[in-house]
Each structure stands twice: as structure tokens, then as C-alpha cells.
């Protein structure tokens, strides 16, 4: 099952184009899945991922959102904002971790895995790697964070931006891709105006 993979960089092996009842033999194993009927477990698993998915991305609560993502496995903590339309990893979920008082914009889309084609595993590595979104941070509207980032406490990725780097604590991060635009400065804990 999904639960028992360690959520820790892992190698997979690059995308190669399989028929649909192979690719999901292939893909129960990379997942975790054993044992009898490990491949209908698998395909069940995604199917309802997949319709969790879909119904936290247009629902207007955003109660229910963070309910929903939890139910796929993402690590939610306390008083989180996820804005509509947000795709949370569709395959590796369970590698997102979103911690207390995160802030979320819509529109925006979190990978923790990459697997390019077999063509490409010269170029890019395949693999998956735990996002980590740390207290109070800030993701605005139309960002991309990529698999293995981890966005420091109280940090803010200015909307449109593509994060493919770490972003340090209380660190103000923009543009494609992103790049440190200011440090803020703390009194008591907080942002200094």
C-alpha cells in the first residue's frame, strides 16, 4: 500500500509506454502493492485518489478541500488555506506535507514526483521526494513547486512563480524559475512592516 513507502527520496525507473493492464501491474509494484489482487487494489486506489482529487478542486469549502486531500493521504496540519483548484501530486500524495497556519492559493499545482521518458534518463533523474510546505508559509496564486522542495517557515512564492529550489525561511521568492526577491526581517516572531 502507499502508506508503507518511506517518505524519503526514492529512485523509479524512467516512463516507458506500456498497455493499460500492464503499466498498472508495473505501477502497483512501484506504489507498494503486494499480495493477491495487488493490481485491482492499486487501480481502486488511484481511481478514488483521482475523484478526491476532482471533488476538492471545484469544492467551495475549505473545510471539506482539506478533509479530502487528507483522505488521499497528504499531510495536512492545523488552520491550513488550500484555494480552489489546486492539484496536489496525483500519484505520490502521501509525499506532500503541509504543516500549521500554510496558506495556499488557487491555481496552483505541487509535484513530488518526476519520471521522464526512458529517452530522457541521461538528462533527468526519475523519482519521487516528500514536499515539504513548513509553518506560515504563503504559496500565492499559480505557482509550481517541484518534487523535493522544501519551503521554509513563514516564507512567501509570489504567484506565477516555479520553485525549484529550497526556499530558506522567511524568504520572499518569485519568477521562473524562482529566485530570492527579499529576506524579511522578524520582530517577535513575525514579518517586520
Known sequence: MKDKIPI???SLSHHI???????????????GYSGLLYRDRYLSRLFFDYILQKIAKSIPINKVRIELHRM????????????????????????VIIEDGVS???????????KPLLYHKT????????????????IAIGSIILP???????????????????????TMVGGVP???????ELS????KT
Open 8 to 10: 524519503e527520496k526514492t
Open 17 to 31: 509506454a506500456r498497455p493499460f493492464f500492464s503499466a498498472a501491474k508495473y505501477s502497483a509494484k512501484e506504489h
Open 72 to 95: 488521499r493521504g497528504v499531510k495536512i496540519g492545523n488552520n491550513v488555506m488550500i484555494g480552489p483548484e489546486v492539484v496536489i501530486d496525483d500519484l505520490f500524495p502521501n509525499f
Open 104 to 114: 495556499i492559493a488557487g491555481y496552483n499545482i505541487i509535484f513530488a514526483h518526476n
Open 123 to 138: 538528462i533527468s533523474e526519475s523519482f519521487v521526494a516528500p514536499v515539504k510546505i513548513k509553518k506560515n508559509a504563503w
Open 148 to 170: 523535493g522542495i522544501t519551503i521554509g517557515e513563514g516564507s512567501i512564492v509570489a504567484a506565477g512563480a516555479v520553485v525549484t529550489r529550497d526556499v530558506s525561511p522567511h
Open 178 to 184: 524562482a529566485r530570492v526577491i527579499k529576506k524579511m
Open 188 to 191: 517577535n516572531q513575525k514579518p
